[in-house]
């Protein structure tokens, strides 16, 4: 119940972003390359994960893009 909570609250700030060109960032788990992919389309400024170290590798490097830990997050607010 406080699960649905929370995601309904999330959901009630986001925003549905398209995708109009595929980067490609070629990371080395091919089902993670969508999470860059989106980030750079929403103009975000950072991934949240416990996969830095995965997402980190990227061939194609976004600068103004963090890849942060959820630790970290909870320490920018």
Do not use: K
């Not at 972003?17 to 950072?46: C, F, K, Q």
């Not at 963090?66 to 997050?73: D, E, R, S």
């Amino acid at each position: 119940m406080e699960r649905e909570e929370v995601f309904d609250i999330f959901m009630g700030v986001c925003d549905w972003t398209h995708i109009y060109y595929g980067w490609r960032p070629n990371l080395a788990d091919e089902s993670d390359n969508h999470l860059i992919e989106l980030a750079v389309a929403g103009g975000v400024e950072a991934i949240v994960t416990r996969n830095v170290r995965d997402l980190l590798r990227a061939e194609l490097h976004f600068p103004a893009l963090a890849v942060i830990t959820p630790v970290q997050c909870l320490r920018r607010i």
